[in-house]
């Protein structure tokens, strides 16, 4: 049996653990042959292939990245996209496919699934707002890199008098921003499902100071203000015409500088929180996803999604995972309420 | 409602982290006030008291430790030491108690709450060995510092011909061996589940020197040769007449130059894997198993132990948590063996 | 003999450190009592004093800040204030004052010195920038964080065609950026003593993108573009009237991104590269400073800068170390050329 | 001008950076080309040649280990090795040879030098203990990872009443047990410069314990205790007839139990000190003698050493560097006291 296998979308410690795991299993266990398809669906859809085997993939579990490449193409954006993927995989002998990544390359895989395509799901995203899976690899991962960051933050805001606004990752899940903020001890965590109000911001910026302590603020960079405050939203459109995310904890610092007059200053995490060496438990979570998608295949088990429950590592029909996104819900928001402001 | 928390056993990363979470949940949202009961049973049998609230618990968020002492004594082990515990809770006028630990504390807790006295546990132990829940805290944090460990031994086992054992903690369990293993990228993982065969062993050391590469062996504290290998038992008694856990590594290394005339190497990470910061994992899930002991401590609902179901924080009968010890089970050890040997 | 220690301007991690070594040596080997003054100069200024014993210095070794605290104040923009800061050292019964500081709080020293005041300064900046020492604590700390953040965009940065700008401290001199993009591997250094041509950077940007790889910019927060490109340049105050510094990062970004039309993203370390545990490199040096501090203090040895020589530390007139700032040289610069570009 | 390289000894963080810089400077300033000798001195004994230029050098720098492998082989014990090396380079063409490495490796090259073959060093040592040079690449790493195990380990010896021994590497030099027992904050450093009395030791124990502190003994695995403490000496022979050092940890905690009776455990860190990445500051070291390496061979000035005064990168005579150890000098050893006991 052929299997081809492909990363899609931003990159994500753990990928390499994945693509290690199913050729590992898929080899010694199934006796498959594996192709590599590079960057993404784009592989498939124009015949990018490349040698994948236990060689190829000697010493990549700590590394981040992908040694397959990625990318955000949609072959239904193309025209006999579908027709093209169908006849790529023909002419390169692959049965089934393991796809990795997340909403959109999921998504695509879950179309192709209807279609006929034999194809298994590994779910991915650092944002951990994929739904059917407890955790998604790569989150732990940058919650602990943002961690770190507000733990050295801690002794700067102890010994001046300053705000500090950190800005994680997270569109439109606050996933990070709680999971960082409530192990990092901030004093304010603002994000995507809870617009927020300046003026309560500011409020709590001056309660804590006159509690002679200097708060930290952690801010998804998908977090919005309430209506009625246009200096804090983007609004900007990046070179290729979608809105600009990020930004927003600059901008909250200076809003938060101008209303309370105390110094504020911002740091910007950005793609630090996305690359480099997974954490232990990103390499054992990618690491089990990839030989249970192996067995997904070699049992023919296909249109299902690798999905982690507790600490089962099990199979869900591909629909459950993209269906809609896991957001942080307001019982979890105020769960931590008790130690923000 | 006056509220004892105490803190039992070893230490673990997370111990501090949850006593904070008790504290700053009882106090803003319960209207409890606390007594810091010291050096776990010790202090509610000998009425060693600190004050603890808010103001104590600031900054102790990242720290390793616990700044309420620990010890590992036995009341029930003390004549009368019940009735003493009794009337120190009285005379302190403590209504309910925390009780944070592992098997021997909770066991303790356990008893106690079937004599009437009003306590809750929290699950503690960095082996990871406890029933009832998904994970305790601390063992996040040991697999991280093994799995670094191991990382940084890769490139000298590459550079040079040279077998490399690194012995973790795990007495009764090999949780820490097996996750570190698999994350690290080990060619062998010996546990104390499955007693080990020393030819076994150094047939695959000599079959991995024959694919070019040099073997990473992890191997739990309390793994076990298979009868007949003397060398490799300790028996040793330390100062206190316990057979002295540990040195395996060593024992290990040399058993493997002897019979096979290649260079070994040990590292023995010990107390490194349990002291210092936690990770982001388990400072969340510290804090979460904290305010939930609050809640029950609130509600009334004593004589149960917090636990972790997938994301869940929830409770169970403390006998549930303490009753048996949680082992790798003969598949979760087989499901890694496609990476090992 | 008693004992003035404070420390001034922006905290920097090694602080406590030297007020450990200072006190440690000097109770223990020269019999001195300390006085602890508050928030920088202040602290004789306005009499703010704290006990500082061994005991006031237990386990502060491996903490960022200062416990000190520190201030900006420069008392000679006070009316009378040297005045009052003899009145106060009179009234504390202090001989001699170690001042821990950089560039303005050594320069009140070196004044004060002059003016009879017993003072001796030990060297602070993680900038790097003082003259007479080969390095000053806090700097390697800073260069290793910088440095493990453009580790992980590595990876990022090869899965993705982006172009990623790291902003580091270094508001006149480039040292942080100069060491952490030659240690990272960085692709292009834009520091202050050289001001850039935003052409030629996007000239190497897309020669970079030809070559097949993606580039990663690290520059200073006080680098500036040659004439004529308004668009980089801040102008901005802050809200003390201030030309706000940073934000060139993300400048710099979007305006590559407007002239090669390649998505660059910008990551912007900030306060992170000040705060939390020194290397080891930071705890030997200040460790050694302050050893060095309370010897000269002994000595009579005043007006006298510690200084870092080689692996030998020594003392030196203040005046060498705050005359000038120490700036990278176009040799320097020129050196680690051949990996940029 | 065709060049040679190789790395010799036991691996060392930043044997990978100084490849890539003299690669990479040789090539694009000087237009050499390069040879790759593997193995050390046996490449060029035994002709084992690899490829190297820029494109081998890609993405090495934060990695641990060599790419040209390394071993202990001295063609001055081989009948005809010196032949064979000159005829060797000959057939390959290599008018010079760039050798990294310790005091064996650049023994042989100062040897070489004057029978003729034009050859430079670069030194390399984590033990930091060869002379002509403030330091050595892969010491800084060393010296942080013993440090941050050192403080992990504070927590532990904080919360329970136990005695911590931490070994080091350093054979014959303490100059690692040294730093990074002043900047890990211990209490007692043992270092072969400076044999010590059990008795002491013991005594500084228990004092410690009086003043209700838990000692953590940091020793380098060659020292050695006074005359008389059998228990304390190996003697005991690897499998190659050599004296096995290291295990002094764990014998000196075993003795310290037995005298004082108090509870001691070892952590004994082996070869995780001298693998993995490097840090900044010996990923510049390393990267800036690869440099000044390739202007000696672009100058003929052959027979020289580089290495580092200051922050100045230079070149000696090769002899200078291997003449004899640096070791740590008494007084060094006596300024740190002041921490210890």
Known sequence: MRVGVLTGGGDCPGLNAVIRAVVRKGVSVHGFEFVGYRDGWKGPLEGLTMELGIEQCRG?????????????????????????????LARDGVDALVAIGGEDTLGVATKLADLGVNVVGVPKTIDNDLSGTDYTFGFDTAVNIATEAIDRLHTTAESHHRVLVVEVMGRHAGWIALHSGLAGGANIVLIPEQPFDIDEVCALVEARFESQYSPIIVVSE????????????????????????????????????????????????????????????????????????????????????????????????????????????????????????
Not at 63 to 78: A, C, E, M, Q, Y
Not at 316 to 339: C, D, N, R, W
């Open 60 to 88: 990549i579990l700590p590394r981040g990245g992908t040694i397959l490449g990625s990318s955000r193409t949609n072959p239904f954006t193309v025209d006999g996209g579908v027709e093209q993927i169908k006849d790529n």
């Open 222 to 341: 998908g977090a919005v203000p309430k209506s009625g405050t246009e200096e804090l939203t983007s609004g900007e459109l990046d070179a290729f015409g979608h809105v600009r995310l990020g930004g927003i904890g600059d901008r909250l610092a200076r809003q938060i500088e101008e209303r309370t007059g105390k110094e504020a200053r911002s740091v910007v995490l950005g793609h630090i929180q996305r690359g480099g060496t997974p954490t232990a438990f990103d390499r054992w979570l990618a690491t089990r996803l990839g030989l249970q998608a192996a067995d997904a295949v070699a049992e023919g088990d296909f249109g299902t999604m690798m999905a982690l429950h507790g600490t089962t590592v099990t199979r869900i029909p591909l629909l459950e995972g993209t269906g809609e996104l896991k957001l942080v819900s307001p019982e979890e928001y105020a769960e931590a309420q008790v130690f923000f402001g």
